[in-house]
Every structure is written in structure tokens, then in C-alpha cells.
Nanobody, 117 residues
């Protein structure tokens, strides 16, 4: 299993970033892929999820600001983040969706997003 997220960086509040994640075909064969994030001192949380067919779901905190997408042929999933807020600061990871985040036993490399006020 391989997963690598990229595209993070330092941005001012109100700015935008686009995250990308590439992985092996076996993990992208899952119907549901997701983006998660973990802020310092906090538990990892679900940000957004998408099915192979393109149906999406978002955490209330990012609804209307973030857009998740995937390319099934290229085994990639992306996260367009607009109107970023300081509270979006976290390390972002992509992975398959799971009812319990703790049940996921492999996490690839995340990407740091820092939003300054």
C-alpha cells in the first residue's frame, strides 16, 4: 500500500491550496476515498469523502469551502481548499474511508497546511 499527499504549504487566511494524493491501485480500488487531517494536539478527523462514482460528503467545518475529487484512472484524489482559515492548519492525509478512523492501520505521508491569520 502506498499513499503520498502533496500540495500543502503556508497561506494567509482567505487563500487557497490544492492538495493531491497518489497511491497504489489496490487502495484506490476502494469505493470510498477520503481526506483526513490532524491538528497539533487533536485527533485525526475526516474532512471529506468521495465514492468512485463521484458522490461526496464533507465535514460541517469545511462544507462550501473545500471540494474533493478523484481520478479513478490515475489513482489520485484531490482536495481544493478555498477561503482557508487558521483552524484549517493541520497535516492532511488521504486514505480509504473507514467508519472508525482508528481501524485504519496504514497512513502514508501527509502534507502540512499552515494558515496564518
Amino acid at each position: 500500500v502506498q499513499l503520498q499527499a502533496s500540495g500543502g504549504g503556508l497561506v494567509q487566511a482567505g487563500g487557497s491550496l490544492r492538495l493531491s494524493c497518489a497511491g497504489s491501485r489496490n487502495i484506490f480500488s476502494h469505493n470510498l476515498m477520503a481526506w483526513y487531517r490532524q491538528a497539533p494536539g487533536k485527533q485525526r478527523e475526516l474532512v471529506a469523502a468521495i465514492t468512485r462514482g463521484g458522490s461526496t460528503n464533507y465535514a460541517d467545518s469545511v462544507e462550501g469551502r473545500f471540494t474533493i475529487s478523484r481520478d479513478n484512472a490515475k489513482n489520485t484524489v484531490s482536495l481544493q481548499m478555498n477561503n482557508l482559515k487558521p483552524e484549517d492548519t493541520a497535516v492532511y492525509y488521504c486514505n480509504k474511508w473507514a467508519l472508525r478512523i482508528g481501524a485504519i492501520n496504514y497512513w502514508g505521508q501527509g502534507t502540512q497546511v499552515t494558515v496564518s491569520s
